[in-house]
């Protein structure tokens, strides 16, 4: 898929139980006033923090907006279940 896709990693949305459980670590250390205050996550920040992250065989490069804005609009406010 990454080959296709032109990158290193295959871009997938976040699905795996380590990846959730990195998004919510890093959400909830980073970016509380945003989580309390119901804001989207600054996500240039926050895909450079999940970029140190990636290692292609349990955290994936993903489509970090598109999931970002629907977790800090959904339930939870930015934390996925």
Not at 13 to 30: A, D, F, G, M, W
Not at 32 to 50: A, G, V
Not at 62 to 81: D, F, K, P, Q, S
Request: a positive charge; one cysteine or more.
């Amino acid at each position: 898929m990454a080959q296709r896709q032109g990158t290193a990693h295959d871009i997938i949305p976040v699905q795996t139980q380590v990846e959730r459980s990195k998004y919510n670590s890093l959400i909830l250390q980073h970016f509380p006033q945003q989580l309390q205050r119901n804001q989207q996550t600054d996500f240039d920040k926050f895909s450079k923090l999940w970029s140190a992250f990636v290692d292609g065989r349990y955290i994936f490069i993903e489509h970090l907006n598109i999931y970002v804005v629907a977790m800090t609009n959904g339930v939870g406010a930015g934390v996925c279940m």
